[in-house]
C-alpha cells in the first residue's frame, strides 16, 4: 500500500471512529447512498459487515443499523434461508434521489429573487424543535419563532421538502418578494450563521487538501473506497448544512465552492479504485453487484474516472 495514502486514510478513520456516539446508521446511509445506490440499491448483510468493517463498525453495529433503518423506512429487507439483503425502500429512494441533487448537483442558480416562507402554526415544544431541526437541515433559515425561508425553491423540490419535513395541516407556505433592494442581505443575516458555515468548509477543505496532495501514487482499492466514503461522508453532512444560497446572497470568496471543487478532485481521484473495491467486496444475494450506472460519472458537473490504481 502506498504509505502516504494509508497514512492519511487511516487519520481520516481515526477521525470518524471518535466520535460518541458512533453513527454507524449514518455512515451505512452514507455508503448506501454514495456507492449502493449506483449500482442496483441493494446489497447483501453479508458483504455490508466486511464493506464497513475498515471504519470500525462490527458485525453486531451493523445488524442493529440495517435494522434500525428498515424501521425508520429507508432500507426494505429481503430474506433468502438464513441470508439477508438490504435495498433501498420506495421512500429511501426518494429521499436519496434529493439528496443526490443537493450534495452532487452545480451551484445554485440565480434564482427569481422570490422566496419561499414557511409559517409554522403552535405545537408542542418537542415537536417545533424536530422541525426547527428538520428544515434546517434543508436549508431553511429561521427568521423568528416559527418562521423559515429560503429562496424560492423548484416546485418539485419544494413539494419533496415539506413532504419530507411532515409539516402540520396548519402550516402555511408563501411565496414572497421582498419590497426593498437591501432586504435579501439582511435576511440572510438574520435566517443563517454563514460565518459558522463558512468555518466548517474551510476545516474541510484544509483537512481534505492534506488528502489530496497524498494521492498522487497508484491506489489500493480498499484505500480508494475508505477515503471515498468518508469524504462524501463529511462532505455530506456539511453541505446538507448549507442553504445553497445563489452567488449574489452570499460573502465573496465564499469557501464552499472551494469545497465543493476540491471533493470534485478527490472523488475522480479515488473513484476507479473505490469500484473495484465494491466488486471485490460486496455483493447481492442472488449475485455480483451490478455496474455502476452511467448517471454517476455526472456528480459534481461531470467527472472522468482517474483509473491509476
Not at 37 to 54: F, H, K, N, Y
Not at 144 to 170: E, K, M, S, Y
Not at 190 to 207: E, H, I, T
Request: hydrophobic fraction near 45%; proline fraction near 6%; aromatic fraction near 8%.
Amino acid at each position: 500500500m502506498p504509505n502516504r495514502a494509508s497514512a492519511v486514510a487511516a487519520d481520516l478513520v481515526e477521525r470518524f471512529r471518535r466520535q460518541r456516539p458512533l453513527r454507524a446508521g449514518s455512515l451505512i446511509v452514507t455508503i448506501f447512498g454514495d456507492s449502493i445506490m449506483p449500482r442496483g440499491g441493494a446489497v447483501a448483510l453479508g458483504s455490508l459487515i466486511p464493506l464497513t468493517q475498515p471504519f470500525g463498525l462490527n458485525e453486531r453495529l451493523v445488524r442493529t443499523a440495517t435494522a434500525r433503518l428498515a424501521q425508520e423506512g429507508w432500507l426494505a429487507a429481503r430474506r433468502v434461508g438464513k441470508r439477508s439483503e438490504y435495498r433501498l425502500s420506495e421512500a429511501g429512494r426518494e429521499r436519496f434521489a434529493e439528496a443526490t441533487e443537493r450534495i452532487y448537483g452545480e451551484p445554485a442558480a440565480e434564482g427569481s429573487g422570490r422566496w419561499t416562507l414557511i409559517v409554522l402554526p403552535p405545537m408542542p415544544v418537542t415537536q417545533r424543535r424536530r422541525l426547527r431541526q428538520e428544515l434546517a437541515w434543508q436549508g431553511f433559515g429561521e427568521l423568528g419563532n416559527g418562521v423559515f425561508a429560503h429562496p424560492q425553491l423548484p416546485a418539485r423540490t419544494l413539494a419533496w421538502q415539506i413532504r419530507g419535513a411532515n409539516l402540520p395541516d396548519r402550516a402555511l407556505v408563501f411565496e414572497a418578494d421582498l419590497a426593498s433592494p437591501a432586504s435579501p442581505v439582511r435576511l440572510v443575516r438574520l435566517g443563517w450563521d454563514l460565518k459558522d458555515l463558512a468555518r466548517r468548509y474551510q476545516r474541510f477543505v484544509a483537512r481534505f487538501g492534506l488528502v489530496e496532495a497524498a494521492l498522487g501514487e497508484r491506489l489500493d482499492p480498499e484505500i480508494g473506497f475508505i477515503v471515498r466514503t468518508l469524504l462524501i461522508h463529511e462532505y455530506r453532512r456539511l453541505h446538507l448544512r448549507d442553504p445553497l444560497l445563489p452567488a449574489r446572497l452570499l460573502p465573496a470568496d465564499w469557501p464552499g465552492l472551494k469545497a465543493a471543487e476540491l471533493c470534485r478532485s478527490i472523488y475522480a481521484r479515488v473513484f476507479a479504485a473505490s469500484e473495484a473495491h465494491l466488486s471485490a467486496v460486496a455483493a447481492r444475494i442472488d449475485g455480483a453487484l451490478p455496474g455502476a450506472d452511467a448517471s454517476i460519472l455526472q456528480r459534481f458537473g461531470g467527472f472522468a474516472a482517474d483509473t491509476r490504481r
